[in-house]
């Protein structure tokens, strides 16, 4: 019998090129997914705002001045009743650019603001990176000193070259680590627990 095409039904394999586009594709949905994951998690957390911030230029050195707008949640609350601290950490950083180099962090600083219950007093206390203590009647006036706290030196005189422009970056975030060892695995799984503000970004021209 003469045939002038195959009896038996040709399969086309894919070829390396294809394969490669497919892999790449499917690359490319997993990172899609991926930042969209992060983001959901990312507005999550992002629950603090920071509504004003600035750089002093002062007579001992350079101050940070900010306030912010938050408030707990109802697990925060019972968890502070029972006797357990919650601990505020604001991060500042200032960065120079160099054109030929890394960015230059001038300065990297913290300061964590601690709030805890005394249930025998029923008064809430307030210590800044525990040196000032203070001691309050209710929840809405410890949280005070956190959204509108004093200011913050962050760097003496000598510290930032005269003229240049830096890049100060801000955020508070609620500080899980510095829990007692047995509440930082409940805290890191538990949803309540995250509590934090974007970072904030503003140039400051040193005169």
Known sequence: MNLTQSAF??????????????????????CMLAACLLLGISAQAAEIDITQASLENTDD???????????????????????????FTTDVQLTRRR?????EVSIAASRTVRISYNVL???????????????????????????????????????????????????MRLDVAQLPKPFQINALNNSDWRLSSDWKEFTFKVE
């Open 61 to 87: 050195g350079y101050r940070l001045s900010a306030s912010y707008a938050f408030e707990l949640n109802r697990g925060l609350e019972d968890a502070l009743v029972r006797g357990v601290p919650l601990y």
């Open 9 to 30: 039904p040709i399969h086309r394999s894919a070829t390396p090129a294809s394969g490669a586009v497919r892999l790449l594709f499917v690359w490319l949905r997993h």
């Open 99 to 103: 054109w030929y180099w890394f960015d």
């Open 121 to 171: 007093t029923r008064q809430y206390h307030a210590a800044i990176s525990g040196q000032l203590q203070q001691s309050f009647p209710t929840l809405e006036d410890a949280l005070s000193l956190i959204r509108r706290p004093p200011r913050w030196y962050v760097a003496d005189k000598n510290s930032l070259k005269s003229g240049d422009t830096y890049f100060v970056g801000l955020r």
